[in-house]
């Protein structure tokens, strides 16, 4: 929609100039593209900490792209911008993920030992 109206001849004088909503959500998501992949990183390395194993912690965030590969074609499907809000969406998304991935990787460690541990992740 922006090429087009960009496109419009104006009379001398006059011009088009993209603020409002339009800047302050471009604004917000270079913001998050930036800082996005430094925050999945920490939360890998904190994943990988928690359960002192490599192979646990790849478990866990394998999930993440699964849910984006399912997520694209919804958006698609429904017409549904890749915007602002739907970046948080997804960002909550793969949080809930994360949680989930960590109470089940605990639970089956507990499993696996046989023991019930007072202490939790979640």
Known sequence: ?????????????????WGGDAENSSEAQQGLFTTLPLG???MFIITVLMFSSL???VAI??????????????????GIPFGFMALIGLL???????????????????Q?????STTSYY
């Open 55 to 57: 192979k646990n912690a």
């Open 1 to 17: 929609m922006k090429p087009r109206i960009d496109a419009l001849p104006l009379p001398h004088g006059y011009r088009i100039e």
């Open 112 to 116: 696996k030992t046989g023991e019930r």
């Open 40 to 42: 999945y990183l920490v």
């Open 92 to 110: 909550s998304l793969s949080g809930m993920l994360i949680r989930n991935g960590i109470v089940l990787v605990e639970e089956i460690e507990q």
């Open 61 to 78: 965030w394998l999930t993440v792209p699964l849910a984006l590969i399912g997520v694209t074609p919804g958006f698609l499907l429904t």
